[in-house]
């Protein structure tokens, strides 16, 4: 299986920052790869698909960049509503989809 | 609009079954593959499985952590995916969400996502 990794696993931040949180692929995936938004207790929600295209519906605040092996999340400017927990997830292998272990986006 | 509701979760002793249901509503059901995925206590999301859309032949894909054991099917009749759960261990206790999976020129994704099921498994 691909094998996705994220970083850093947790970070805080305030309100106006903005956020990068990277994915790693175990191997070549060109653009296959999705980013969610995942909040306790609520569904998680798709930000970004195809590695760049924002869902509609998802604030412009968010982006996604990448390709290959190497992805990025970037939140330009965290809204309280952003506190929340973000995955990256392949779909390279549609027979074998693989997420990566999350980022927590915590209140500083 | 777009919904989907899990429901049929539960406690459940080790080696029992459970089925669970996600119905959607607000979109033809049929023109769509459905995956299912879930999220144990303090863990992250892991892909269960996907059953493709009948015209792509209705087939499925499982996680080799549930292979064997689960088994993903679909009503279009009544805009229903399933999940068959046999054989359960204490480590399939998660929350199990159902999405939507959508293709397009190649890329897939899952929107939107349900609220989840809490399934339980222990003595």
């Known amino acids: 299986d691909i094998q996705m990794t994220q970083s850093p696993p947790s970070l805080s931040a305030s309100v106006g920052d903005r956020v990068t949180i990277t994915c790693r692929a175990s191997q070549r995936i060109n653009s296959y790869l999705n980013w969610y938004q995942h909040t306790p207790g609520m569904a998680p929600k798709l930000l970004i698909y195809?590695?760049?295209s924002l869902q509609s519906g998802v604030p412009s605040r968010f982006s996604g960049s990448g390709s290959g092996t190497h992805f990025t999340l970037t939140i330009s400017s965290l809204q309280p509503e952003d506190f929340a927990t973000y995955y990256c997830?392949?779909?390279?292998?549609?027979?074998?989809?693989?997420f990566g272990g999350g980022t927590k986006v915590e209140i500083k | 609009e777009v919904q989907l509701v899990e429901s049929g979760g539960g406690l459940v002793k080790p080696g029992r079954s459970l089925r669970l249901s996600c119905a959607a509503s607000g979109f033809t059901f049929g023109d769509y593959g459905m995956g299912w995925f879930r999220q144990a206590p303090g863990k992250g999301l892991e892909w269960v499985g996907f059953?493709?859309?009948?015209?792509?032949?209705?087939?499925?894909e499982y996680a080799a952590s549930v292979r064997g054991r689960f088994t993903i099917s679909r009503d279009d009749s009544k805009s229903i995916a399933y999940l068959q759960m046999n054989s359960l261990k204490t480590e399939d206790t998660a929350v199990y969400y159902c999405s939507r999976g959508i293709s397009m020129s190649g890329f897939s994704r899952f929107d939107p996502w349900g609220q989840g099921t809490l399934v339980t498994v222990s003595s």
């Open positions: 195809a590695a760049s």
């Open positions: 059953i493709k859309k009948k015209i792509h032949g209705g087939t499925t």
């Open positions: 997830q392949q779909s390279f292998s549609t027979a074998a989809l693989t």
